[in-house]
């Protein structure tokens, strides 16, 4: 099989796409919900689409664990080839779970098309997506460690980085001199990571001791919209997953008070750890913020596993205590899918208000509802906005007289 999970080998931009059709495939293990399994494959639907695959059917089973051999059991594995054979215009198999790479290659023979899964799809985004050499650097050593442990299955020969003559060792087989390879490219990633963020972390020193405003939240709720309304910029934003990997920072000025708002990349559900560990360092912008805007999509049915899948890795980043806004996005879109056109105002109020009510009670911290899209609430939000930060000014310099 061809390497084609190398960065830069091909140029992205200014290319067609030419859009595939998939079948996305998932296992509903023990005691998991048939709604539960419907929403993570409404997520990888999104995440298919925003690859450039259309849906043409899915296919779910119920089993205590996925197989060992076709991650489903073989009759339903059967099904799956039956509708790619009398469907010729499929050309990709999705799994929404990881799989060995053993299980890619025996489902390749059987469906003769392309096979996926969750992380593999998220990756071929996230190189999609990459633009600055950080970006491209991170994205490309989640790839080298994702293969590496499936080298043997997946693919019979890693097309070679440098001579072979001189370079394998007595007996050394195919296998063997490949996977000392890919260990070689993750340490030489590794390196160039840490020299980055020695720049970035010089640069954080030159910015002078500015109050740091980070936004983050689940990808797809509206940070790069909310951060070109806030900054008055022009941060890339689209209705689609991962629109932005690179943190964007940008000077911002309310009143005469001055601060340093940053935008991240976000987060999502079953996120691979891999990922996860390449991107810590464009999460360092995070951990040395003062304030954080945890922005939420109100909208979205399942906004409050959202919120605890941002938590969590606000968790393991230790930011948690810091002090928090949330910021509940798309309200215009909350009012259109929940309320009846007939529903007075001042009821539709009183629904919002005791919605906030119980969503501060629940969080431990304040919430405003906004949408950013049409600056609804953003008067409101810079004006609490600017309280945190005059808090925050005063915290770290309590005996300098102010200006702001």
Do not use: C
């Not at 460690?145 to 060792?169: D, K």
């Not at 209705?239 to 964007?248: C, G, H, P, V, Y």
């Not at 005059?390 to 007289?401: G, H, L, S």
Request: net charge neutral; glycine share 4%; proline share 2%.
């Amino acid at each position: 099989m061809a390497n084609d999970w190398n960065l830069g080998e091909k140029e992205r931009k200014g290319i067609a796409k030419e859009i595939e059709k998939a079948v996305l495939i998932s296992v509903i293990i023990g005691n998991q919900s048939q709604e539960k399994a419907n929403e993570y494959l409404d997520e990888l639907e999104f995440l298919a689409q925003t690859a450039g695959a259309v849906t043409a059917k899915r296919f779910t089973q119920k089993l205590s664990h996925p197989e060992s051999r076709y991650y489903v059991r073989k009759g339903k594995m059967l099904e799956i080839k039956e509708y790619i054979e009398t469907h010729k215009d499929v050309t990709l198999a999705i799994f929404d779970d990881d799989l060995s790479g053993k299980q890619v290659s025996l489902l390749e023979e059987e469906f003769k098309i392309k096979i996926l899964d969750r992380s593999n799809l998220i990756l071929d985004i996230f190189a999609d997506r990459a633009q600055t050499a950080q970006a491209k650097a991170q994205v490309e050593l989640a790839q080298m460690q994702y293969m590496l442990p499936r080298l043997r299955g997946l693919w019979t020969h890693l097309e070679r980085q440098r001579g072979g003559i001189g370079m394998r060792g007595p007996g050394e087989t195919e296998i063997e001199t490949d996977r000392r390879i890919i260990r070689d490219k993750i340490s030489v990633l590794k390196k160039k990571l840490e020299k980055i963020d020695r720049q970035n972390a010089n640069r954080r020193k030159q910015r002078g001791q500015l109050i740091r405003v980070s936004l983050v939240g689940y990808t797809n709720v509206g940070k790069s919209t909310l951060m070109n309304t806030l900054s008055k910029s022009d941060v890339f934003a689209e209705n689609k997953l991962f629109a932005t990997l690179d943190t964007t920072v940008r000077k911002v000025v309310f009143d005469t008070m001055p601060f340093l708002l940053s935008d991240t990349v976000g987060f999502i559900r079953k996120l691979p750890h891999h990922l996860v560990e390449s991107f810590k360092s464009t999460l360092d912008e995070v951990r040395e913020s003062d304030i954080i805007l945890h922005v939420v999509d109100i909208a979205h049915p399942q906004y409050e596993d959202h919120i605890a899948s941002v938590n969590k890795t606000l968790q393991s980043l230790e930011v948690l205590e810091k002090p928090t806004l949330y910021i509940f996005n798309k309200i215009d879109s909350y009012r259109k899918r929940n309320y009846d056109a007939f529903l007075e105002d001042e009821i539709k109020s009183e629904i919002e208000k005791e919605l906030k009510e119980n969503l501060e009670n629940n969080l431990n911290n304040p919430g405003i509802f906004i949408s950013a899209l049409k600056k609804e609430g953003v008067p409101e939000l810079r004006e609490i906005l600017s309280s945190m930060i005059r808090k925050e000014y005063e915290k770290r310099y309590p005996y300098q007289a102010k200006t702001w």
